[in-house]
Protein backbone atom coordinates (compact mmCIF):
# COMPACT_ATOMS: atom_id res chain seq x y z
CA UNK A 1 0.00 0.00 0.00
CA UNK A 2 2.50 2.35 1.21
CA UNK A 3 5.17 1.62 -2.63
CA UNK A 4 1.50 2.20 -4.05
CA UNK A 5 0.57 5.38 -2.30
CA UNK A 6 4.06 6.40 -3.04
CA UNK A 7 3.47 5.84 -6.86
CA UNK A 8 0.11 7.95 -6.44
CA UNK A 9 1.69 10.98 -4.77
CA UNK A 10 5.17 10.86 -7.87
CA UNK A 11 2.74 10.46 -10.40
CA UNK A 12 0.61 13.58 -9.01
CA UNK A 13 3.66 15.75 -8.91
CA UNK A 14 4.62 15.01 -11.84
CA UNK A 15 1.65 15.81 -13.64
CA UNK A 16 1.73 19.03 -11.65
CA UNK A 17 5.00 19.77 -12.89
CA UNK A 18 3.87 19.01 -16.27
CA UNK A 19 0.91 21.17 -15.83
CA UNK A 20 3.20 24.19 -14.50
CA UNK A 21 5.60 23.43 -17.51
CA UNK A 22 2.71 23.71 -20.09
CA UNK A 23 1.69 26.38 -18.35
CA UNK A 24 5.23 28.12 -19.11
CA UNK A 25 5.36 27.07 -22.41
CA UNK A 26 1.78 29.24 -22.86
CA UNK A 27 3.30 32.00 -21.84
CA UNK A 28 6.66 32.20 -23.09
CA UNK A 29 4.88 31.33 -26.84
CA UNK A 30 2.66 34.28 -26.22
CA UNK A 31 5.63 37.05 -25.17
CA UNK A 32 7.29 35.99 -28.43
CA UNK A 33 4.36 36.32 -30.59
CA UNK A 34 4.05 39.72 -28.83
CA UNK A 35 8.03 40.79 -29.70
CA UNK A 36 7.68 39.12 -33.19
CA UNK A 37 5.11 42.40 -33.91
CA UNK A 38 7.02 44.55 -36.88
CA UNK A 39 6.88 48.07 -35.68
CA UNK A 40 7.17 50.44 -38.73
CA UNK A 41 6.82 54.27 -38.74
CA UNK A 42 4.37 56.20 -41.36
CA UNK A 43 4.99 60.11 -41.78
CA UNK A 44 2.71 62.34 -43.92
CA UNK A 45 1.11 65.92 -44.11
CA UNK A 46 -2.08 67.60 -44.62
CA UNK A 47 -5.35 69.01 -43.19
CA UNK A 48 -7.63 67.34 -40.60
CA UNK A 49 -9.98 65.70 -43.76
CA UNK A 50 -6.60 63.82 -44.48
CA UNK A 51 -5.46 62.67 -41.42
CA UNK A 52 -8.35 61.43 -40.47
CA UNK A 53 -9.04 59.03 -43.35
CA UNK A 54 -5.69 58.10 -43.33
CA UNK A 55 -5.64 56.93 -39.59
CA UNK A 56 -8.80 55.22 -40.47
CA UNK A 57 -6.56 53.73 -43.54
CA UNK A 58 -3.87 52.47 -41.08
CA UNK A 59 -6.21 51.22 -38.61
CA UNK A 60 -7.79 48.81 -40.95
CA UNK A 61 -4.51 48.01 -42.27
CA UNK A 62 -3.08 46.72 -39.21
CA UNK A 63 -6.45 44.80 -38.88
CA UNK A 64 -5.84 42.87 -42.41
CA UNK A 65 -1.84 42.73 -41.31
CA UNK A 66 -1.80 41.87 -37.12
CA UNK A 67 1.93 41.36 -37.10
CA UNK A 68 2.47 44.98 -38.44
CA UNK A 69 2.55 47.48 -36.13
CA UNK A 70 2.36 51.51 -37.89
CA UNK A 71 3.47 54.36 -35.54
CA UNK A 72 1.72 57.60 -36.98
CA UNK A 73 3.69 60.89 -37.58
CA UNK A 74 1.85 63.61 -39.36
CA UNK A 75 0.86 67.24 -39.25
CA UNK A 76 0.10 70.17 -41.36
CA UNK A 77 2.15 71.09 -44.25
CA UNK A 78 3.34 73.98 -42.42
CA UNK A 79 7.07 72.87 -40.75
CA UNK A 80 6.63 69.42 -42.09
CA UNK A 81 9.18 70.04 -44.87
CA UNK A 82 11.36 71.27 -42.31
CA UNK A 83 10.95 68.10 -40.25
CA UNK A 84 11.19 66.00 -42.82
CA UNK A 85 14.63 67.35 -43.28
CA UNK A 86 15.73 66.92 -40.22
CA UNK A 87 14.63 63.17 -40.27
CA UNK A 88 16.82 62.45 -43.93
CA UNK A 89 19.92 64.78 -42.08
CA UNK A 90 20.10 62.99 -39.03
CA UNK A 91 19.05 59.42 -40.73
CA UNK A 92 15.82 59.04 -38.60
CA UNK A 93 13.39 59.10 -41.17
CA UNK A 94 10.11 57.01 -41.06
CA UNK A 95 10.07 53.73 -42.87
CA UNK A 96 7.24 54.97 -45.50
CA UNK A 97 6.95 58.37 -46.48
CA UNK A 98 4.39 60.65 -48.13
CA UNK A 99 6.88 63.12 -49.73
CA UNK A 100 7.38 66.02 -52.63
CA UNK A 101 8.35 65.45 -55.89
CA UNK A 102 11.41 68.02 -55.32
CA UNK A 103 12.50 65.91 -52.25
CA UNK A 104 13.51 63.24 -54.62
CA UNK A 105 16.72 65.82 -56.03
CA UNK A 106 17.15 66.76 -52.81
CA UNK A 107 17.58 63.89 -51.18
CA UNK A 108 18.48 61.24 -53.88
CA UNK A 109 20.55 62.64 -56.51
CA UNK A 110 21.90 59.21 -56.93
CA UNK A 111 19.09 57.37 -56.34
CA UNK A 112 20.49 55.77 -53.26
CA UNK A 113 18.51 58.13 -50.69
CA UNK A 114 15.52 55.89 -50.50
CA UNK A 115 14.79 52.04 -50.58
CA UNK A 116 15.23 50.79 -54.01
CA UNK A 117 11.06 49.74 -54.66
CA UNK A 118 12.26 47.66 -57.90
CA UNK A 119 13.06 45.31 -54.99
CA UNK A 120 10.17 45.31 -53.32
CA UNK A 121 8.32 44.21 -56.56
CA UNK A 122 6.78 40.57 -55.22
CA UNK A 123 4.99 42.83 -52.81
CA UNK A 124 4.25 46.08 -54.63
CA UNK A 125 2.13 45.62 -57.44
CA UNK A 126 3.68 48.14 -59.52
CA UNK A 127 1.47 46.51 -63.05
CA UNK A 128 -0.76 48.96 -61.85
CA UNK A 129 1.72 51.57 -63.01
CA UNK A 130 2.62 52.68 -66.40
CA UNK A 131 6.33 52.40 -67.61
CA UNK A 132 6.01 56.77 -67.65
CA UNK A 133 4.51 56.76 -64.09
CA UNK A 134 7.37 55.04 -62.95
CA UNK A 135 9.94 57.19 -64.53
CA UNK A 136 8.73 60.14 -62.24
CA UNK A 137 10.26 58.05 -59.22
CA UNK A 138 13.29 56.39 -61.13
CA UNK A 139 16.99 57.61 -60.55
CA UNK A 140 20.02 56.16 -62.25
CA UNK A 141 17.57 52.81 -62.77
CA UNK A 142 15.90 52.81 -58.76
CA UNK A 143 12.90 53.53 -58.35
CA UNK A 144 13.04 56.09 -55.06
CA UNK A 145 9.32 56.70 -54.97
CA UNK A 146 6.17 55.94 -56.67
CA UNK A 147 3.66 58.78 -57.38
CA UNK A 148 0.23 58.93 -55.88
CA UNK A 149 -1.60 61.12 -58.66
CA UNK A 150 -0.63 63.57 -61.14
CA UNK A 151 -0.75 67.61 -60.71
CA UNK A 152 -0.98 70.52 -62.63
CA UNK A 153 -2.90 74.25 -62.38
CA UNK A 154 -5.65 74.51 -63.73
CA UNK A 155 -8.41 77.36 -64.16
CA UNK A 156 -11.35 76.88 -62.96
CA UNK A 157 -14.45 78.66 -64.12
CA UNK A 158 -17.75 80.25 -62.77
CA UNK A 159 -19.86 79.63 -65.95
CA UNK A 160 -22.74 81.37 -64.07
CA UNK A 161 -21.31 84.69 -63.80
CA UNK A 162 -19.52 84.10 -67.49
CA UNK A 163 -22.62 83.32 -69.09
CA UNK A 164 -24.51 86.67 -67.27
CA UNK A 165 -22.20 88.70 -69.39
CA UNK A 166 -22.58 86.62 -72.74
CA UNK A 167 -19.18 85.14 -72.60
CA UNK A 168 -18.39 81.78 -73.69
CA UNK A 169 -15.52 79.87 -71.31
CA UNK A 170 -12.15 81.85 -72.45
CA UNK A 171 -9.54 80.10 -74.66
CA UNK A 172 -7.39 82.25 -75.38
CA UNK A 173 -5.13 85.25 -73.93
CA UNK A 174 -7.21 87.61 -75.41
CA UNK A 175 -10.55 86.30 -74.28
CA UNK A 176 -9.26 86.95 -71.19
CA UNK A 177 -8.61 90.65 -71.66
CA UNK A 178 -12.06 91.06 -73.40
CA UNK A 179 -13.57 89.81 -70.02
CA UNK A 180 -11.55 92.28 -67.92
CA UNK A 181 -13.21 95.08 -70.05
CA UNK A 182 -16.60 93.59 -69.75
CA UNK A 183 -16.43 92.74 -66.30
CA UNK A 184 -14.76 95.53 -64.71
CA UNK A 185 -17.86 97.23 -64.78
CA UNK A 186 -19.42 95.74 -62.30
CA UNK A 187 -16.06 95.06 -59.86
CA UNK A 188 -15.51 91.83 -61.02
CA UNK A 189 -12.76 89.77 -61.82
CA UNK A 190 -12.12 87.08 -64.93
CA UNK A 191 -9.51 85.62 -62.53
CA UNK A 192 -7.73 85.47 -59.42
CA UNK A 193 -5.06 83.18 -58.06
CA UNK A 194 -1.90 83.54 -55.73
CA UNK A 195 1.35 84.32 -56.05
CA UNK A 196 2.40 80.82 -57.60
CA UNK A 197 -0.14 79.99 -59.71
CA UNK A 198 0.27 83.79 -61.32
CA UNK A 199 4.04 82.68 -61.84
CA UNK A 200 3.12 79.63 -63.81
CA UNK A 201 0.15 81.91 -65.35
CA UNK A 202 2.65 84.33 -66.52
CA UNK A 203 5.45 81.42 -67.16
CA UNK A 204 2.76 79.71 -70.12
CA UNK A 205 2.21 83.08 -71.82
CA UNK A 206 6.15 84.11 -72.06
CA UNK A 207 7.12 80.27 -73.30
CA UNK A 208 4.41 80.14 -75.81
CA UNK A 209 4.81 83.84 -77.24
CA UNK A 210 8.58 83.46 -77.47
CA UNK A 211 9.49 79.81 -78.05
CA UNK A 212 11.77 80.01 -75.25
CA UNK A 213 11.96 77.83 -72.07
CA UNK A 214 11.94 79.10 -68.37
CA UNK A 215 14.72 76.33 -67.83
CA UNK A 216 17.43 73.91 -69.76
CA UNK A 217 17.44 69.50 -70.16
CA UNK A 218 19.20 70.05 -66.65
CA UNK A 219 16.79 71.85 -64.90
CA UNK A 220 18.50 75.01 -64.73
CA UNK A 221 17.32 78.47 -64.99
CA UNK A 222 17.91 79.85 -68.42
CA UNK A 223 16.11 83.34 -68.63
CA UNK A 224 17.70 86.40 -69.23
CA UNK A 225 17.16 89.86 -67.55
CA UNK A 226 15.14 90.62 -70.94
CA UNK A 227 12.81 87.80 -70.83
CA UNK A 228 12.13 88.86 -66.86
CA UNK A 229 11.05 92.41 -68.50
CA UNK A 230 8.49 90.70 -71.12
CA UNK A 231 7.22 88.76 -68.21
CA UNK A 232 6.61 91.67 -66.44
CA UNK A 233 5.22 93.59 -69.24
CA UNK A 234 2.26 90.79 -69.36
CA UNK A 235 1.92 91.00 -65.37
CA UNK A 236 1.26 94.66 -65.87
CA UNK A 237 -1.21 94.22 -68.73
CA UNK A 238 -3.55 91.78 -66.31
CA UNK A 239 -3.52 94.39 -63.61
CA UNK A 240 -4.35 97.04 -65.89
CA UNK A 241 -7.09 95.94 -67.62
CA UNK A 242 -8.45 94.60 -64.63
CA UNK A 243 -7.91 90.98 -65.51
CA UNK A 244 -6.18 89.64 -62.46
CA UNK A 245 -7.78 90.30 -58.93
CA UNK A 246 -5.03 91.52 -57.01
CA UNK A 247 -3.06 89.11 -55.65
CA UNK A 248 -3.02 90.49 -52.17
CA UNK A 249 -6.78 90.50 -52.51
CA UNK A 250 -7.34 87.05 -53.75
CA UNK A 251 -8.64 83.95 -52.09
CA UNK A 252 -11.18 81.24 -52.46
CA UNK A 253 -13.45 83.31 -50.81
CA UNK A 254 -13.25 85.99 -53.82
CA UNK A 255 -14.27 83.03 -56.04
CA UNK A 256 -16.87 81.95 -53.75
CA UNK A 257 -18.71 85.70 -53.53
CA UNK A 258 -18.71 86.00 -56.94
CA UNK A 259 -15.85 88.59 -56.76
CA UNK A 260 -14.05 87.10 -59.55
CA UNK A 261 -15.41 84.49 -62.03
CA UNK A 262 -12.26 82.24 -62.45
CA UNK A 263 -9.45 80.74 -60.28
CA UNK A 264 -6.49 79.15 -61.10
CA UNK A 265 -4.99 75.65 -58.58
CA UNK A 266 -3.89 72.90 -58.76
CA UNK A 267 -6.45 70.06 -59.65
CA UNK A 268 -5.85 67.63 -56.76
CA UNK A 269 -8.64 68.06 -54.01
CA UNK A 270 -10.12 70.91 -55.76
CA UNK A 271 -14.00 69.34 -55.52
CA UNK A 272 -13.34 68.99 -52.48
CA UNK A 273 -12.45 73.20 -52.16
CA UNK A 274 -15.36 74.07 -54.06
CA UNK A 275 -17.56 71.76 -51.91
CA UNK A 276 -17.06 73.86 -48.65
CA UNK A 277 -17.05 76.90 -50.68
CA UNK A 278 -20.07 77.18 -52.04
CA UNK A 279 -23.43 77.62 -49.99
CA UNK A 280 -25.33 76.52 -53.61
CA UNK A 281 -23.08 75.74 -56.25
CA UNK A 282 -22.60 77.15 -59.57
CA UNK A 283 -21.63 75.44 -62.43
CA UNK A 284 -18.12 75.33 -62.32
CA UNK A 285 -16.39 74.03 -65.49
CA UNK A 286 -12.69 73.28 -66.63
CA UNK A 287 -11.01 76.13 -68.96
CA UNK A 288 -8.79 74.98 -72.03
CA UNK A 289 -5.36 76.12 -71.33
CA UNK A 290 -5.02 79.40 -72.92
CA UNK A 291 -3.49 79.89 -76.31
CA UNK A 292 -2.96 82.48 -78.02
CA UNK A 293 -5.05 81.12 -81.23
CA UNK A 294 -7.42 79.26 -79.22
CA UNK A 295 -6.31 75.99 -80.28
CA UNK A 296 -4.31 73.80 -77.67
CA UNK A 297 -3.90 70.99 -80.42
CA UNK A 298 -1.80 73.36 -82.69
CA UNK A 299 0.22 75.06 -80.25
CA UNK A 300 3.44 73.52 -79.65
CA UNK A 301 4.07 73.60 -76.03
CA UNK A 302 1.32 75.11 -74.17
CA UNK A 303 3.97 76.41 -71.19
CA UNK A 304 1.59 74.51 -68.53
CA UNK A 305 3.81 72.52 -66.24
CA UNK A 306 2.77 68.86 -64.63
CA UNK A 307 4.38 67.06 -61.24
CA UNK A 308 3.56 63.97 -59.21
CA UNK A 309 0.94 65.24 -56.60
CA UNK A 310 2.53 63.59 -53.78
CA UNK A 311 4.82 60.11 -54.10
CA UNK A 312 5.68 57.41 -51.39
CA UNK A 313 8.91 56.38 -50.52
CA UNK A 314 10.87 53.82 -48.33
CA UNK A 315 13.93 54.68 -45.97
CA UNK A 316 16.70 53.14 -47.03
CA UNK A 317 17.72 52.57 -43.39
CA UNK A 318 14.23 50.33 -42.68
CA UNK A 319 15.11 47.59 -40.67
CA UNK A 320 11.87 46.25 -41.80
CA UNK A 321 11.47 46.58 -46.03
CA UNK A 322 8.63 44.02 -46.41
CA UNK A 323 6.54 45.37 -44.01
CA UNK A 324 6.58 48.91 -45.20
CA UNK A 325 6.54 47.46 -49.10
CA UNK A 326 3.38 46.01 -47.71
CA UNK A 327 1.82 49.13 -46.24
CA UNK A 328 3.13 51.67 -49.60
CA UNK A 329 1.20 48.32 -51.99
CA UNK A 330 -2.07 48.98 -49.40
CA UNK A 331 -1.82 52.92 -49.46
CA UNK A 332 -1.65 52.94 -53.33
CA UNK A 333 -3.40 50.00 -54.58
CA UNK A 334 -6.29 48.64 -52.46
CA UNK A 335 -9.66 49.32 -52.81
CA UNK A 336 -10.12 50.03 -49.04
CA UNK A 337 -7.39 52.81 -49.04
CA UNK A 338 -9.24 54.35 -52.53
CA UNK A 339 -12.88 54.40 -51.35
CA UNK A 340 -11.04 56.40 -47.95
CA UNK A 341 -9.54 58.58 -49.83
CA UNK A 342 -11.07 58.95 -52.97
CA UNK A 343 -9.41 61.68 -54.88
CA UNK A 344 -8.75 63.94 -52.23
CA UNK A 345 -4.84 63.17 -53.27
CA UNK A 346 -5.90 63.55 -56.86
CA UNK A 347 -7.30 61.19 -59.50
CA UNK A 348 -5.22 58.19 -58.40
CA UNK A 349 -2.72 56.51 -60.92
CA UNK A 350 -3.30 52.76 -59.45
CA UNK A 351 -4.94 51.26 -61.70
CA UNK A 352 -7.10 49.16 -59.14
CA UNK A 353 -7.53 52.58 -57.11
CA UNK A 354 -9.27 54.08 -60.11
CA UNK A 355 -11.18 50.77 -60.82
CA UNK A 356 -12.46 50.77 -57.08
CA UNK A 357 -13.48 54.67 -57.56
CA UNK A 358 -14.90 54.30 -61.11
CA UNK A 359 -17.49 51.43 -59.20
CA UNK A 360 -18.30 53.80 -56.67
CA UNK A 361 -19.30 56.53 -59.00
CA UNK A 362 -16.63 58.81 -57.39
CA UNK A 363 -14.71 59.76 -60.44
CA UNK A 364 -17.72 62.10 -62.16
CA UNK A 365 -16.38 65.15 -60.33
CA UNK A 366 -14.52 68.11 -61.77
CA UNK A 367 -11.11 66.95 -60.19
CA UNK A 368 -11.38 63.63 -62.71
CA UNK A 369 -12.51 66.10 -65.80
CA UNK A 370 -9.02 68.41 -65.11
CA UNK A 371 -7.00 65.60 -65.27
CA UNK A 372 -8.15 63.94 -68.12
CA UNK A 373 -7.45 67.65 -69.92
CA UNK A 374 -3.88 67.33 -68.21
CA UNK A 375 -3.25 63.82 -69.53
CA UNK A 376 -4.92 64.10 -73.16
CA UNK A 377 -2.70 67.61 -73.35
CA UNK A 378 0.77 65.84 -71.51
CA UNK A 379 2.79 65.78 -74.56
CA UNK A 380 2.75 69.57 -74.57
CA UNK A 381 3.54 70.10 -71.15
CA UNK A 382 6.73 70.00 -69.82
CA UNK A 383 7.75 68.33 -65.87
CA UNK A 384 8.10 70.74 -63.57
CA UNK A 385 12.04 71.73 -62.55
CA UNK A 386 12.34 71.99 -58.67
CA UNK A 387 13.68 75.47 -59.15
CA UNK A 388 10.50 76.68 -60.61
CA UNK A 389 8.82 75.83 -57.00
CA UNK A 390 11.65 77.32 -55.17
CA UNK A 391 10.22 80.71 -52.99
CA UNK A 392 13.52 82.94 -54.15
CA UNK A 393 11.93 82.25 -57.95
CA UNK A 394 7.89 82.33 -57.76
CA UNK A 395 8.51 84.81 -54.86
CA UNK A 396 10.83 86.58 -55.92
CA UNK A 397 9.26 87.65 -59.17
CA UNK A 398 5.84 88.49 -57.38
CA UNK A 399 6.96 90.38 -54.23
CA UNK A 400 9.42 92.33 -56.43
CA UNK A 401 6.93 92.97 -59.57
CA UNK A 402 5.44 95.23 -57.76
CA UNK A 403 7.77 97.77 -57.70
CA UNK A 404 6.82 98.16 -61.57
CA UNK A 405 3.16 97.26 -61.26
CA UNK A 406 2.67 100.43 -58.96
CA UNK A 407 5.29 102.40 -60.23
CA UNK A 408 7.80 102.63 -57.80
CA UNK A 409 10.70 101.25 -59.83
CA UNK A 410 11.32 101.17 -63.55
CA UNK A 411 10.77 98.08 -65.27
CA UNK A 412 15.01 97.94 -66.06
CA UNK A 413 15.43 98.40 -61.61
CA UNK A 414 12.84 95.69 -61.47
CA UNK A 415 14.10 92.77 -63.38
CA UNK A 416 17.38 93.76 -62.06
CA UNK A 417 16.00 92.86 -58.70
CA UNK A 418 14.29 90.14 -59.64
CA UNK A 419 17.53 88.69 -61.93
CA UNK A 420 19.48 88.32 -58.82
CA UNK A 421 16.51 86.60 -56.86
CA UNK A 422 16.30 84.20 -59.46
CA UNK A 423 20.25 83.25 -59.94
CA UNK A 424 21.84 84.56 -56.87
CA UNK A 425 19.95 83.43 -53.83
Not at 28 to 36: C, D, I, R, T
Not at 355 to 363: C, F, H, P, R, S
Request: with cysteine.
Amino acid sequence: MKSHKKTKAFTAALLAAVLTACSNIHVVNYKASVAEEVPISFSWWGNDGRITYTMAGVKLFQELNPDIKVKCKYGVWTGYSKRQNIYMLSHDEPDVMQINFDWIKKYSPDGEGFYDLYQLNDLIDLTNFSESDLNYGEVNGKLNAIPIALNAHSIFINKDIYSKYGLDIPKTWEDYFHAGDVMSKDNIYPISMGDKPLFFFIISYFEQTTGKKMCNDKGELTVTKDDIKYMLEFYKKLYDRKVLMPVQDSDFASFATGGSAATMRWISGSQSLFNGLFKEMPEIVVAPYPTVNGDMDTTENLGWYVKPATLYAISNKTEHPDAAAKLVNYLLNSSEMASLQKTEKGIPISQNAINTLKEKGELDNIDFTATEQMLNKGSKMTLIPSVLEKENVYQGFYNNAAYYIYGEYSIDQTADIIYDKFYKE
